[in-house]
């Protein structure tokens, strides 16, 4: 996994590059206890990475330009 600072000028987070259906998704570097739930709705405490578009300080600007890139 690759470390990168957030593209985000106001978050500058450092975030950790990982490969998910061969395209580069950003995490926070710093595992932690997330709650899942499996495919029968049955719900487990996994240890992981947690996506870091749901932390990030300047998340609606960032789905606006995604947004823009895909027209």
């Known amino acids: 996994m690759a470390l990168k600072t957030c593209e985000i000028r106001e978050c500058g987070a450092t975030v950790k590059l990982v490969s998910i259906g061969g395209k580069p998704f ?5 595992k932690v ?3 899942t739930a499996d495919s029968k ?6 240890s992981g990475y947690q ?8 998340i609606g600007d ?10």
Do not use: D, F, M, S
């Not at 950003?26 to 710093?30: L, R």
């Open 26 to 30: 950003a995490v926070n570097p710093k």
């Open 62 to 71: 960032r789905l606006a330009r995604r947004g823009r890139a895909r027209a």
């Open 51 to 58: 996506p870091h578009h749901e932390t990030c300080v300047n």
């Open 41 to 46: 709705g049955i719900y487990h405490i996994v």
């Open 33 to 35: 206890e997330l709650v």
